[in-house]
T-cell receptor, first 114, second 115 residues
Framework: DSGVTQTPKHLITATGQRVTLRCSPRSGDLSVYWYQQSLDQGLQFLIQYYNGEERAKGNILERFSAQQFPDLHSELNLSSLELGDSALYFC?????????????FGQGTRLTVV | AQSVTQLGSHVSVSEGALVLLRCNYSSSVPPYLFWYVQYPNQGLQLLLKYTSAATLVKGINGFEAEFKKSETSFHLTKPSAHMSDAAEYFCAVSTMNTGFQKLVFGTGTRLLVSP
């Protein structure tokens, strides 16, 4: 158990809908990262928050947004969903920002858009 | 920009055989490199990391990796494969983005272990 909790584990929704994925980082970790894993794109970095503030953006679509709350949990909001958004979404957390800092990953939320 | 390349999307070995998963990096500065493993329906778990303290890094489950600057490589090895090693393995490099650290992953190598 990495200590990172993601809910829900599975989500099935229709095209055009909006969903919210939730992540609770490890105790004491200030950084939260979101990754998308799909068969054709591999593991793609989406966005990073540090102590409540957005710090880095990767290949995140405008239809997607995220936030980190004062208690450090984070939510990833996906709207106007398309079939191609079906993927495994991972949250990871880390304590520091050093280059040798490893990230700890949750078990992911599998999103299926039908 | 820093990146990693994993050669071979699939590697098949027999149980008891040597495991070799390849990773080459591209970096203009000394890199910090990681290997993660993903078991079916699981998140990613850190196997080991290279942080310049030693070129041969030992990780969990009997895996190790050797950093070779001259070859820009960080290949993952295990002397004897076990059925439980069947998983997907990701090499990653740590990079700074707008002053904050993030990991850039390779495309992954799926390890298949046959009896």
């Amino acid at each position: 158990d990495s200590g990172v909790t993601q809910t829900p584990k599975h989500l099935i929704t229709a095209t055009g809908q909006r969903v919210t994925l939730r992540c609770s980082p490890r105790s004491g970790d200030l950084s939260v990262y979101w990754y998308q894993q799909s068969l054709d794109q591999g593991l793609q970095f989406l966005i990073q928050y540090y102590n409540g503030e957005e710090r880095a953006k990767g290949n995140i679509l405008e239809r997607f947004s995220a936030q980190q709350f004062p208690d450090l949990h984070s939510e990833l909001n996906l709207s106007s969903l398309e079939l191609g958004d079906s993927a495994l979404y991972f949250c990871a957390s880390s304590k520091r920002q050093d280059l040798n800092t490893e990230a700890f990953f949750g078990q992911g939320t599998r999103l299926t858009v039908v | 920009a820093q990146s990693v390349t994993q050669l071979g999307s699939h590697v098949s070995v027999s149980e008891g055989a040597l495991v070799l998963l390849r990773c080459n990096y591209s970096s203009s500065v000394p890199p910090y490199l990681f290997w993660y493993v993903q078991y079916p329906n699981q998140g990613l778990q850190l196997l080991l990391k290279y942080t310049s303290a030693a070129t041969l890094v030992k990780g969990i489950n009997g895996f190790e990796a050797e950093f070779k600057k001259s070859e820009t490589s960080f290949h993952l090895t295990k002397p004897s494969a076990h059925m439980s090693d069947a998983a997907e393995y990701f090499c990653a490099v740590s990079t700074m983005n707008t002053g904050f650290q993030k990991l850039v992953f390779g495309t992954g190598t799926r390890l298949l272990v046959s009896p």
